[in-house]
């Protein structure tokens, strides 16, 4: 089951996997139908946002059902009791869209992967030093998205990062040329219009597309 996993290999499977689709969702149902068309597509990391209503048990049911075949994690998390209560729910991964010392501690203290965000240098190194396994850059495309990444990585050669932001099925292969460990993919992998239009294999299939392109081998 997915909570004898080690950090080292939910750490493993996030770089062989290198695309974690950002589920948003209007409701918990939704949420759920999204995981289910990401998997038939072939991606095996999901991260569900705490934006989603009932979240904690999106990540629980999730966990449920295909912690065995996918690595489960939670998104949008801001604080430690948070970060706690998805574990518990199986969530095997924790992302932050800032650092927040708390979570930080939170996730040591568990063992989990824990990726805070974070924008400048100062904020990567800080980031980095207080635990996270992964840095989330947020928002990477404000700053110039690959070519930013690249700039970061010149200096910062030993950070893992993944960007998180203006991540395209055009520009995915440029993000992970310029070193990311893997990329964070909101609404340009999970479009719920899609869901909403009765166009599910759309959104199957475009999984895929980004499955392929973070593992074009």
């Keep these: 089951m997915s909570g004898t996993r080690s950090k080292q290999e939910v750490l493993a499977w996030i770089a062989h996997t290198r695309i974690v689709p950002v589920v948003r969702a209007g409701s918990a149902d939704e949420a759920l139908q999204a995981v289910e068309a990401l998997l038939e597509g072939g991606i095996d990391v999901l991260e569900i946002t705490m934006t989603v209503p009932g979240a904690v048990e999106v990540v629980r049911e999730v966990a449920a059902r295909h912690g065995d075949r996918a690595l489960?994690?939670?998104?949008?998390?801001?604080?430690?009791?948070?970060?706690?209560?998805?574990?518990?729910?199986?969530?095997?991964?924790?992302?932050?869209?800032?650092?927040?010392?708390?979570?930080?501690?939170?996730?040591?203290?568990?063992?989990?992967?824990?990726?805070?965000?974070?924008?400048?240098?100062?904020?990567?190194?800080?980031?980095?030093?207080?635990?996270?396994?992964?840095?989330k850059v947020f928002p990477c495309d404000a700053l110039g998205g690959a070519s930013y990444l690249k700039s970061l990585k010149a200096p910062l050669p030993h950070i893992p990062l993944m960007p998180t932001g203006g991540v395209t099925l055009q520009n995915v292969g440029a993000f992970l040329a310029a070193g990311a460990v893997a990329v964070g993919v909101g609404g340009n992998l999970v479009d719920l219009k899609l869901l909403r239009e009765g166009r599910r294999e759309e959104l199957v299939a475009r999984a895929r597309a980004f499955r392929d392109a973070g593992r074009p081998d």
């Design 72 to 135: 489960v994690g939670a998104g949008t998390v801001l604080d430690a009791r948070t970060a706690e209560a998805c574990v518990e729910a199986g969530a095997r991964f924790v992302v932050s869209p800032a650092l927040d010392e708390p979570t930080a501690k939170a996730c040591r203290a568990m063992d989990i992967v824990h990726a805070p965000g974070a924008l400048t240098p100062t904020e990567v190194v800080a980031a980095h030093r207080a635990g996270g396994d992964v840095v």
